[in-house]
């Protein structure tokens, strides 16, 4: 959908419905071997509310790679933990601190808050505060003090 390149490394924005296929072409036909992380970008305004970058590594070429999808609120990201096993963690997180779904992940749950946590810390209209205090007074029967 779009390329450009910035300090020598290729930034690609690839269709959502293209991203596994384009995700398995790069591991086997360009060499970028490792998944070095997975996370998003808030843009709240925007109707694409996420950018999904994937930032990938080629030992043999000892090149990186970025990948992005675009996701609005509640669109599900084809998961590539079956492409870079990496991913699974990583898409765990970006779960649970924006609230992106990846569809098909084997296990799509909690990997940094508690299972009660309500909402997703970085997405950038979160109230943090409230909802830290919520969660002390529930669980620890104490007030936060913050």
């Known amino acids: 959908m779009e390329a450009w ?3 020598k490394q290729a930034i690609l924005v690839v269709d959502r419905a293209h991203l596994v296929e384009i995700a398995r072409f790069t591991r086997d036909d360009e060499q970028f071997n490792f998944l070095a992380d997975l996370t998003a970008v808030d843009w709240p305004k925007r109707e694409k509310r996420f950018d999904v970058v994937l930032n990938l590594y080629s ?4 090149e990186r790679l970025r990948l992005k999808v675009w996701a609005a609120d509640g669109e599900p990201v084809p998961t590539v933990s079956h492409v870079w096993p990496t991913a699974n963690w990583l ?29 997703f ?18 669980n620890l029967g104490i007030e936060s003090g913050q």
């Open 59 to 62: 030992f043999p070429k000892n």
């Open 121 to 138: 810390p970085l997405r950038k209209d979160y109230d943090i505060l409230t909802q830290d205090t919520a969660w002390i007074r529930e």
């Open 5 to 7: 390149q910035d300090r």
């Open 91 to 119: 898409e765990r997180e970006a779960y649970d601190m924006f609230g992106i779904v990846f569809e098909g992940h084997p296990n799509l749950t909690r990997i940094l808050l508690p299972d009660g946590w309500q909402g």
